[in-house]
């Protein structure tokens, strides 16, 4: 790894990361970069593949998720690969996806250049796009890095104040805001033979303290740990068909939650095809069965079923809850069932780009306590 330091203009973070990327762009090594960048109205960032230096005005600190970036790279990438290098800046959880979409076939990492990003958690949509603070979201998550404060904490998403891994892995190059002097410099990584090659002719300076980062990374990890684990003890409870039946009460079988979840990736998913349909008399002869019959139908199969699909490769970015129209707080029920179920197959989704899902790996020593020995 080869490890230096962007010095920060005139205090404009935002800026001096801006003029990097433009260098890279303009070093002609890439052919295009996809950043987020806000909309004409300022009130929210979405994934820009920008291909005119002069075009990038990049805010890859704003706190906030809209789109799963992995799904934006799988659609780049899955019917043929660039032929040439495009960069891709990408926030740790949504690295993870993309190398579980490689795996299951749904994109290519050829030409791909992975940028990643230092994240220090972000927003949902509605509280970005309307901030209740008097300085931008950028600026005050800015503040807070400054100042090490835990201000922006009230504002996280709930994926955010557990996420599993902030510090962004299997990259080429990464952006990194801790365990360094932000109002003076940002840490730039090479972990690619391919950075290396992109950022030597960019100039940047020499870190000071080289074990600085270690230590921040480390402590950030560790946080992370002891909040996740005060969460999944706290969800325990739910277990069991009556309490998940309660928790989707509000479900009303939108697939919203589908729609934005970077690893459903089917394109025709069983709960949208023909195969709940039926004639009259069927659904009234289960409504003379019971006495009643709910409508619309089979929102907790789906949610059940969706669970089962994706559960063992779910990077636990939350996304499908902020696509919930009724605010079902998905990742109470979705990050037990992840964890329990990554550990039973002692699986890390996205960590590995070489490790198989367990559920195309047969082992004859797997699980024997349910079948014959």
Same mark, same amino acid.
């Given at each position: 790894?080869?490890?230096k330091?962007?010095?920060?203009?005139e205090?404009d973070v935002?800026?001096?990361?801006n003029?990097f990327l =433009?260098?890279?762009?303009?070093?002609?090594k890439?052919q295009?970069?996809?950043v /987020?960048q806000?909309?004409?109205?300022?009130?929210?960032v979405?994934?820009?593949?920008?291909?005119? /230096?002069?075009?990038?005005?990049s805010?890859?600190?704003?706190?906030?998720?809209?789109v799963a970036t992995?799904?934006?790279?799988? *659609?780049l990438?899955?019917v043929?690969?660039?032929?040439k290098?495009?960069?891709?800046?990408?926030?740790?959880c949504?690295?993870?996806a993309?190398?579980?979409l490689v795996?299951?076939?749904?994109?290519?990492?050829s030409?791909?250049?992975?940028i990643?990003?230092?994240c &220090? !958690?972000?927003?949902p949509i509605?509280v970005y796009?309307d901030f209740p603070?008097? @300085?931008?979201?950028t600026? %005050?998550l800015?503040e807070?890095?400054l100042?090490?404060?835990k201000?922006?904490?009230?504002?996280?998403?709930?994926?955010?104040? #557990?996420?599993k891994? &902030?510090?962004?892995t299997?990259?080429?190059i990464?952006?990194?805001?801790?365990?360094?002097?932000?109002?003076?410099e940002?840490?730039?990584?090479?972990?690619?033979?391919i950075?290396?090659?992109?950022i030597?002719?960019? &100039?940047l300076e020499?870190?000071?303290?080289?074990?600085a =980062?270690? *230590?921040?990374? @480390?402590d950030q990890?560790?946080?992370?740990?002891?909040q996740?684990?005060? %969460?999944?003890?706290?969800?325990e409870?739910?277990k069991?068909i009556?309490?998940?039946?309660?928790?989707?009460d509000?479900? #009303?079988?939108?697939?919203?939650c =589908?729609?934005?979840?970077?690893?459903?990736?089917?394109?025709?998913c069983?709960?949208?095809?023909a #195969?709940?349909?039926?004639?009259?008399?069927?659904?009234?002869r =289960?409504a003379?069965?019971?006495?009643?019959?709910k409508? &619309?139908s089979d929102?907790?199969?789906f949610?059940?079923?969706?669970?089962?699909?994706?559960i063992?490769?779910? #990077?636990?970015c939350g996304l499908?809850?902020q696509?919930?129209?009724n605010?079902?707080p998905?990742m109470e029920?979705?990050?037990?069932?992840a964890e329990?179920a990554?550990?039973?197959f002692?699986?890390h989704?996205?960590?590995?780009?070489a490790?198989k899902? /367990?559920?195309?790996?047969?082992?004859?020593?797997e %699980?024997?306590?349910v !079948?014959?020995?």
């Amino acid at each position: 790894m080869t490890q230096k330091a962007l010095k920060i203009k005139e205090n404009d973070v935002v800026g001096s990361i801006n003029d990097f990327l =433009r260098q890279l762009l303009s070093s002609g090594k890439i052919q295009a970069l996809l950043v /987020p960048q806000s909309t004409p109205s300022k009130k929210v960032v979405y994934p820009v593949l920008i291909a005119d /230096p002069k075009k990038l005005h990049s805010d890859i600190i704003a706190p906030v998720l809209p789109v799963a970036t992995a799904t934006v790279v799988s *659609k780049l990438t899955k019917v043929q690969p660039p032929s040439k290098p495009i960069g891709v800046v990408m926030r740790a959880c949504q690295i993870r996806a993309l190398v579980e979409l490689v795996k299951l076939n749904q994109a290519s990492l050829s030409n791909i250049i992975i940028i990643g990003v230092d994240c &220090p !958690g972000t927003f949902p949509i509605n509280v970005y796009a309307d901030f209740p603070e008097k @300085k931008t979201p950028t600026h %005050f998550l800015l503040e807070t890095l400054l100042k090490k404060t835990k201000d922006a904490d009230q504002y996280l998403r709930s994926a955010c104040h #557990v996420c599993k891994d &902030p510090i962004p892995t299997n990259v080429d190059i990464v952006l990194g805001f801790y365990g360094i002097d932000l109002d003076k410099e940002l840490i730039v990584e090479a972990h690619s033979e391919i950075g290396r090659e992109l950022i030597k002719d960019i &100039p940047l300076e020499e870190i000071t303290d080289d074990k600085a =980062r270690e *230590k921040a990374i @480390k402590d950030q990890r560790e946080m992370k740990d002891k909040q996740r684990a005060v %969460f999944l003890k706290d969800k325990e409870g739910m277990k069991g068909i009556e309490k998940i039946a309660e928790f989707f009460d509000k479900c #009303v079988n939108c697939h919203n939650c =589908r729609q934005a979840c970077p690893i459903c990736y089917c394109k025709e998913c069983l709960f949208d095809s023909a #195969v709940f349909d039926a004639e009259a008399y069927k659904f009234i002869r =289960r409504a003379e069965n019971k006495g009643l019959f709910k409508l &619309p139908s089979d929102a907790l199969l789906f949610q059940l079923g969706r669970m089962n699909h994706m559960i063992l490769s779910c #990077v636990q970015c939350g996304l499908c809850e902020q696509a919930c129209p009724n605010m079902i707080p998905l990742m109470e029920v979705f990050i037990p069932a992840a964890e329990n179920a990554q550990k039973e197959f002692a699986y890390h989704p996205g960590k590995d780009k070489a490790e198989k899902i /367990p559920m195309i790996v047969y082992r004859e020593d797997e %699980f024997l306590e349910v !079948g014959e020995k």
